[in-house]
């Protein structure tokens, strides 16, 4: 089974920017969609944008416009820019199959305030 392990997060002020990175253990080339999904304190986990293989990207309406996700397929990763962030952006970031077919990685804190 394939790992995923999520890095990037921190604090940062409203306006501000994150690059967040999802590494996985094994090969995600055979995976048409990766995606990006958030979980809010007191909130359901929600989708913020997938990626197909070849690169076609989808963003939640609250994201787009401000968020882009890409993937390296050679090297496993899905990273996130996060530009313009609102306090609203507050969550733990995750990274998985558009399938959810991996199991959750631990991820990675994104606090935005001032």
């Known amino acids: 089974q394939v790992q995923l392990v999520e890095s990037g997060g921190g604090l940062v002020q409203p306006g501000g920017s994150l690059r967040l990175s999802c590494a996985a253990s094994?090969?995600?080339?055979?995976?048409?969609?990766m995606g990006w999904y958030r979980q809010a304190p007191g909130q359901q986990r929600e989708l913020v944008a997938t990626?197909?293989?070849?690169?076609?990207?989808n963003y939640a309406n609250s994201v787009k416009g401000r968020f882009t996700i890409s993937r390296d397929n050679t090297k496993n990763t899905v990273s996130l820019q996060m530009n313009s962030l609102k306090p609203e952006d507050t969550a733990v970031y995750y990274c998985?199959?558009?399938?959810?077919?991996?199991?959750w990685g631990q991820g990675t804190q994104v606090t935005v305030s001032s």
């Open positions: 990626i197909t293989r070849g690169g076609s990207a």
């Open positions: 094994g090969s995600i080339f055979s995976i048409n969609v």
């Open positions: 998985n199959a558009g399938g959810l077919g991996y199991n």
